[in-house]
């Protein structure tokens, strides 16, 4: 008789999916039913948690998969951005974190980009959001243009960590929040996420670069995606797809709930439906005037509204 288990999805490739559970890993198919499930979405992802069946030669069968308590994701490449065509595509299921790494020199820091992977992050509603700053060797002492560049994002709530992968500087606090959690780690090229990596813990950032290797390669690579065990406890994805995310299903109108510093604001407004961009009697552009919100940052919600209002089709 098959033997049911419980497990994390810990590696999907082409229609495989590897699940770790308390008897070891065993790399399973989805069972006839749930193959045959018509879907928009990635019906099985890295971190869910699923029930399976282990056969007689060791290997399995996903039954059922737990109910998401969130999910990050993106428009699907391939699908049209704004039409009935788009797909899902689920990067992480129920991450506990997300880490986005940029460099505070040698590429200066985009917070506009920062600002995108914000709202994908505060849409699928990640508990814990952390701003990761390398490469702070290179500044010296002299840290007050990196500090003002960031201290916005403080200010409203985020975690900000500096950190220096060639001297160690912060690294201990890093492999700290990274234990025992199922984290997003993720950050645009040239950063030194890899040399990062290496030194929270020796040969990560070979294996981290195993999985993108494979995930970019081209379109008609097979894709696969995975969450690495850190020795201290917790899983770490690697999301290269991540840096340019289309966020799935965030409609203009909802924009504003996912800027955390404008999101208090909005039901202060005159007009239920204001748009924040030229409304008479708007809180949101009241608060900027007296700089309770950041000129930039509502530069950054006024150009994603206008993307996703040229996008969207109601």
């Known amino acids: 008789m098959a033997e049911q288990q419980h497990g994390l999805v810990i590696r999907t490739q082409s229609g495989f999916f590897t699940v770790d559970t308390p008897q070891g890993t065993v790399v399973c198919q989805l069972r006839g039913k749930l193959k045959e499930a018509y879907s928009d979405t990635d019906l099985v992802a890295i971190g869910d948690r ?12 996903i039954l059922a998969v737990d109910e998401r308590e ?26 506990d974190q997300a880490v986005f790494v940029f460099a505070a020199a040698e ?73 025992g959690k199922i984290s997003v780690f993720t950050g645009s090229s040239g950063v030194g996420k890899t040399s990062l990596l290496n030194a929270i813990e020796p040969d990560l950032g070979r294996r981290v ?16 995606s995975e969450l690495i065990p850190l020795s201290a406890g917790g899983y770490l994805a690697d999301t290269p797809g991540i840096r340019a995310i289309a966020p799935w299903d965030v409609e203009p109108d909802e924009l504003d709930g996912y800027f955390i510093e404008i999101a208090p604001y909005v039901s202060q407004c005159r007009f239920q439906d204001c748009t924040h961009t030229h409304e008479p009697g708007c ?18 919600y006024l150009r994603l509204r206008e993307e996703l209002e040229e996008q969207y089709v109601y």
């Open 107 to 179: 590429p200066s820091p985009h917070v506009r980009m920062l600002d995108r992977f914000l709202v994908a992050a505060e849409k699928a509603s990640i508990p814990e959001i952390r701003i990761c700053v390398n490469k702070i060797d290179l500044l010296g002492d002299d840290r007050a243009e990196i500090e003002a560049i960031f201290a916005p994002y403080v200010q409203i709530g985020y975690s900000v960590l500096t950190v220096s992968a060639y001297t160690g500087e912060g690294v201990a606090a890093l492999r700290g929040v990274l234990e």
């Open 283 to 300: 809180a949101v552009i009241a608060a900027v005037d007296r700089g309770e919100i950041t000129e930039a940052r509502f530069d950054s």
């Open 209 to 224: 670069n195993a999985v993108s290797r494979a995930t970019t390669k081209g379109r008609h690579t097979t894709r696969y």
């Open 50 to 61: 699923v029930t399976l069946e282990v056969q007689s030669d060791g290997t399995g069968a």
């Open 70 to 95: 969130r999910v990050l994701s993106r428009v699907a490449p391939s699908s049209a951005v704004g039409t009935s065509a788009e797909r899902e595509q689920v990067i992480i299921a129920n991450p």
